[in-house]
């Protein structure tokens, strides 16, 4: 019925070009949002989706490049971050804990993830992915109460498939090699095998120069020097009519050397020139160590700016500080991740399906970084870590498909992980205070069991009921890595944790017509709590609690004027319960990183779009998509301050009466992170023959966003900037398909932005004393103020890539 394919970006997003001409007939988008095959415009959800086709069209390879075409979704990389930190509709949760879950969860091929390391790998030979907005906890469990990112990859087909390409991209000097064979090996099996190899030299010219006694100037010239292997292996076994297998196994490395995960200054409300009191008590110590007991901390070029250059030094292997230093003293970051999962799918009767997911996944993560940042000569600080994780999972459905009234589906869900991270020594570590350091697991065992109930009341109104109960236990023994012994449960107060929620959710789906859908639903979700697996002082409680939300959505899908227009909106408004944010805190006893629960947060706004395909003009089609979001925290109080924060700026609650400082702030009111108020994606798609065998496609996307805060703690400085960012390309193939050459230009305003930073004062954070914060009388230390090193996304991209198949 459908003349044309209009992929809305609350429905379908219709930012990329379809893989066949726009001219032609094409059928409506079929989405698995609910876990079974339905029409997206029949979905009570708030769905942006798109083909694999459509995804490459401008280049759409990872998940930063995913958020130029998915207004609301923001990335960001922390300095010394585990993972990236993904965030919908200003609900993110930061990665610097590395055994923190996220609240956005990521589905591979019916396998969920929560570590943010699955969101590191790059997306090739995708079939399709799903943007589903807001909580998702019926179908995709705990840690989803921000949404889900749902991907299919590609099956092997019915007939043989062979496809290799290349492509190179100028200013970061990268290249990328691909191959995929696929096709029958019998009647009734078939096997897919995609490679995917990339080289970068790196975006960022790293300036860096060694002060000769902590530091080294480093020989890599660029950052961040990066190899990236992808593999994916498919076998498809179909018996029988009614019954299906499929197996996916995956291997992703990513290995960065040079740089490993050190940020870019970009504020320095003190300036570069820095002072060490004579008087100082280590001022013997920095003297003899340096010659001065104040040496060149930043280094001579530094200009505390997002830009193109960055200042990262080497550890100096041969200063006895650091002996035994990993990798020689050059800073790197590896990550090798393991998963796969095999699905069962049998037709028991015409009505019944029976499904299981059994997966698998490990994730190995080492990295070394200088923890005082580029900006800084000297490193005084070293931090090296490793990471673990390993999931089991198992899932079990029955899904109805009845001609009656009534439909359901019921399911059981089983968890065995385990996490680990070893914490690494920092080096020069405060004289006062003791950090535990060593072997820090955590054992998650969690058993579910969801249902939904599908009640047709007219054969245009669909009720659907349903909820989901959790039971999850999560123990913590760390253990001290020097001495092989247990930690003291002093030091971390709590070694246990028990979660038993219920998440319903309820929704009314009207389709008075063929082209039209109204819906309305409430929906309840929770993020497990956990512990903060790294260094903080002895008697600190680590652990923290639950993430639970709740709210309302609604919205309107249509398609008008002979289908060639389609527009789409949906209100939603959620209420967050202690709400998880991780903060850096500057101490006297040095440097911490901590995870809080905000006591309560409010997220409500709109999700709109409007696409056009004029039958005037075959092939054209013109996109527009925004998002208008207001999220805010309700009451925040006990906020961490920033390092040198004084009481006139802010830090005036918890009045410590040893010290006669204030230790927190109010952030009640305030912005929650990374939650620009307005994005909107707007452009066109453009395809149609230049000859009997040619084909030529051309394509232009524009992004704008608002300013949006990049660091929890809200400092003026501490906001990104409004910006636009403008993608195009130009391709040209055969009207076969055989071959494809495209152009592909990215962030062509060269926009250098960053989605997270991290409050620092990497220069004196780790000499007793220098920091002064909470002061009611405005007195500062010789420290100063926490500087900001963000981590930037890539800038401008240029691609020549070419593709030929059999």
């Known amino acids: 019925m459908f003349s044309r394919k209009i992929l809305p970006a609350v429905i379908a997003s219709s930012l990329m070009l379809p893989a066949i001409p726009a001219f032609s007939q094409l059928e409506e988008v079929i989405v698995t949002a609910r876990k079974r095959e339905e029409s997206v415009l029949n979905v009570p959800v708030a769905i942006t989706a798109f083909s694999g086709d459509q995804l490459k069209q401008f280049g759409t390879n990872d998940m930063y490049t995913l958020t130029e075409r998915v207004p609301g979704f923001v990335m960001g990389t922390q300095v010394a971050s585990i993972g990236p930190t993904p965030s919908l509709r200003g609900i993110g949760t930061g990665t610097l804990n590395p055994t923190i879950d996220q609240s956005v969860s990521l589905n591979v091929d019916g396998q969920g993830f929560s570590q943010a390391l699955a969101f590191s790998s790059s997306l090739f030979d995708m079939a399709s992915l799903e943007v589903l907005r807001g909580p998702q906890s019926l179908f995709y469990g705990k840690n989803s109460t921000a949404g889900v990112i749902s991907i299919n990859t590609n099956d092997p087909g019915d007939e043989f498939e062979l496809e290799v390409g290349a492509g190179y991209e100028d200013n970061a000097e990268e290249y990328l090699v691909h191959g995929i064979v696929s096709g029958p090996i019998t009647d009734t099996l078939g096997a897919r095998l995609a490679v995917q190899y990339s080289d970068m030299e790196g975006w960022q010219d790293n300036t860096a120069v060694g002060d000769g006694i902590s530091s080294i100037t480093p020989n890599v ?382 997220v409500w706004g709109v999700d709109f779009d409007v696409a056009y395909a004029p039958l005037s003009v075959d092939g054209l089609e013109l996109f527009a998509v925004a998002n208008w979001n207001n999220a805010e925290y309700d009451t925040f109080d006990n906020a961490l301050c920033w390092g040198g924060q004084t009481f006139e700026e802010g830090c005036t609650e918890a009045f410590n009466e040893e010290t006669g400082l204030y230790q927190a702030q109010d952030l009640s009111g305030g912005d929650l992170l990374r939650a620009p108020e307005f994005q909107a994606t707007f452009g066109f798609t453009y395809e149609r023959p230049v000859s009997e065998s040619l084909i030529m496609s051309f394509g232009s996307s524009t992004q704008w966003s608002d300013e949006y805060a990049a660091n929890t703690l809200l400092r003026d400085d501490f906001y990104q900037d409004s910006y636009f960012k403008t993608s195009a390309s130009l391709g040209l193939r055969d009207a076969d398909g055989n071959w494809e050459i495209s152009l592909i230009g990215k962030n062509l305003t060269d926009e250098i932005t960053a989605g997270n930073c991290t409050n620092f004062n990497g220069v004196y954070s780790n000499l007793p004393g220098s920091i002064v914060t909470g002061s009611p009388d405005g007195v500062q230390g010789f420290g100063g103020k926490d500087e900001l090193a963000c981590i930037t996304d890539r800038g401008r991209e240029l691609w020549v890539k070419f593709v030929y198949r059999i």
């Not at 498809?236 to 990513?254: G, H, I, M, Q, R």
């Open 221 to 602: 010239p660029k950052v961040p020097n990066k190899d990236e292997l992808v593999i994916r292996g498919t076998l498809k076994w179909e018996p029988s009519d009614t019954f299906s297998a499929k197996l996916k196994a995956n291997y992703n490395e990513v290995y960065i050397d040079g740089s490993g995960g050190a940020g870019q200054i970009a504020g320095c409300l003190g300036g570069v020139t820095t002072d060490v009191p004579d008087d100082y008590f280590l001022g013997d110590a920095l003297g003899a160590f340096y010659g001065t007991n104040s040496p060149q901390w930043f280094a001579a070029n530094e200009d505390c700016k997002l830009d193109g250059n960055v200042n990262a030094v080497w550890v100096n292997p041969d200063n006895p500080l650091y002996t035994g230093i990993r990798n020689n003293g050059v800073p790197f970051y590896d990550l090798e991740q393991y998963w796969g999962s095999l699905q069962l799918d049998w037709q028991v009767t015409d009505q019944l399906l029976l499904s299981s997911v059994t997966a698998y996944a490990d994730a190995e993560h080492s990295v070394m970084i200088n923890g005082t940042q580029s900006g800084f000569a000297g490193p005084l600080i070293i931090a090296d870590t490793d990471f673990t994780r390993e999931d089991f999972t198992q899932e079990l459905r029955l899904t109805s498909s009845f001609d009656g009234a009534l439909n359901f589906m019921a399911g059981l869900y089983y968890q065995d992980g385990e996490m680990a991270n070893r914490t690494g020594l920092f080096f020069f570590q405060p004289v006062f205070g003791s950090f535990p350091q060593g072997y820090l697991p955590i054992d998650v065992t969690t058993m579910a069991a969801f249902g939904q109930v599908l009640w047709s009341i007219t054969p245009e109104l669909e009720l659907a009921v349903g909820a989901r109960y959790t039971d999850e236990e999560r123990d913590y023994n760390p253990v001290n890595k020097e001495t092989g012994e247990p930690f003291p449960i002093e030091l971390y107060q709590t070694d246990n944790l028990q979660t038993d929620d219920v998440s319903p959710e309820i929704s009314i789906t009207w389709t008075p017509t063929d082209t039209l859908t109204l819906f309305a639903g409430y929906r309840k979700a929770f993020k497990s709590g956990s512990w903060d697996t790294i260094s903080n002082p002895s008697g600190v409680d680590t652990s923290f609690k639950d993430e639970e939300v709740e709210g309302y959505e609604g919205g309107i899908k249509t398609y008008l004027a002979e289908n060639t227009v389609s527009l789409n909106a949906s209100v939603y408004y959620y209420e967050y319960d202690d709400l998880q944010v991780g903060a850096n805190e500057s101490t006297p006893q040095g440097f911490l990183i901590r995870t809080l629960n905000a006591a309560s947060a409010t």
